[in-house]
């Protein structure tokens, strides 16, 4: 049995609910709302305690801010976000700082979210002294312990983030995120600025993590190399939606929306489930999320869509394996 498979038998470590991300577009010399960008727009998933729901689309998709909104550092406009019973979608600053131990983010660039001013003994220590979880006495066994976690040497911690190379970073990075003993961490594009083989290295570090201190994570990239190899369930995103979701296996190798068959298409590796099968091609760029198009959003470019497409939004019903289009 697959994780994802045993986890639904157990409540959703967290559970959106229709929720929405808008930013608003100003104009003028007194910064007038003319229109909102709608970056997330009536998403809803749950993720199970241990797994790692895997969440691609291309840039602008809105992913980036789903993630963001999670941890807050976006505010929603509407919707739910239930984080073990709570719904922190309203919390406000104040009380999400004490969820901050549960809840933890790992950024796209290395090279910028570390400090540069700061040696690492004091960007591990940081986190530890502002919510005081270990006592001063021991927090440089712990600064220890964290860099072992990551497979880094105890000598790191006296350098700066400018003597590491992207990887080695990242790591940092990963300890940093790691510090507060965390339920789940969104990794938001983790090994995007890596190369190929740094980014294996970093991967297979993060899935040791997780099974060493039950972690659960959304996982979020542009390609689906990646968020195959660590992902048990997929959901795949176009302009401010979900449009399909699934087992990995299912999406991977039985995918029914004609966007995930394009992401697919574009996917380097041979996929031997759908050789033989027709290439879907994209044609012209992601629409503007400001002005989305009509009825379902990939109607601009979906070389099968139909009348009903510009007119009637397809809806994504629950089920293990979930499809927004007509034609499904
Ligand atoms: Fe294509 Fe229509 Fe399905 Fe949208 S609903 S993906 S336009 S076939």
């Known amino acids: 049995m697959s994780n994802a498979e045993v986890n639904k038998k157990v409540q959703p470590l967290i559970e959106v609910k229709n929720l929405k991300t808008y930013y608003p577009i100003k104009r003028g010399i ?9 970056a997330v727009d009536g998403v809803s998933f749950k993720i199970y305690p241990g797994e790692t729901l895997g969440l691609v689309g291309e840039s602008g998709c809105g992913k980036s801010s789903m993630g963001r909104t999670l941890i807050k550092l976006e505010h929603p406009n509407e919707g739910e976000i ?14 999400m700082l004490k969820l901050r131990s549960d809840i933890q983010i790992i950024f796209q660039d290395p090279y910028s979210s570390l400090n540069p001013r700061k040696r690492v003994s004091e960007i591990l220590s940081e986190p530890l002294k502002v919510h005081n979880t270990v006592p001063a006495d021991q927090i440089s066994k712990e600064v220890d312990r964290l860099l072992a976690s990551v497979d880094l040497q105890k000598n ?3 350098r700066y983030p400018n003597e590491f190379s992207g990887g080695q970073r990242q790591r940092i990075g990963i300890a940093r995120a790691l ?28 899935k040791g993590l997780q099974k060493e201190f039950n972690l659960t994570f959304l996982f979020i990239a542009h390609g689906l190399g990646a968020v195959k190899y660590v992902s048990d369930r997929i959901a795949v995103m176009y302009l401010g939606k979900i449009v399909e979701i699934g087992t990995t296996d299912e999406i991977v ?41 009509s009825g379902c959003r990939f109607h601009t470019r ?27």
């Open 30 to 38: 007194i910064s007038r709302t003319v229109g909102y960008v709608k």
């Open 82 to 95: 239930i984080f073990e019973g709570q719904d922190i979608a309203k919390y406000s600053n104040k009380e």
């Open 156 to 158: 790191a911690k006296n």
């Open 179 to 206: 510090a507060l003993k965390p339920k789940f961490i969104i990794c938001d594009e983790p090994v995007s600025a890596l190369d190929v083989s740094t980014q294996a290295q970093v991967l297979n570090l993060l």
């Open 253 to 293: 190798n039985n995918p029914q929306h004609p966007y995930t068959k394009a992401l697919l298409s574009a996917y380097p590796v041979p996929n031997p489930h759908l050789r033989g099968k027709k290439r879907v091609i994209l044609e012209g760029d992601v629409p503007s999320p400001a002005n989305p198009p």
């Open 302 to 328: 979906c070389p099968y869509a139909k009348d009903i497409c510009s007119k009637e939004e397809p809806e994504l019903k629950d089920g293990d394996h979930a499809v927004a289009c007509h034609l499904v």
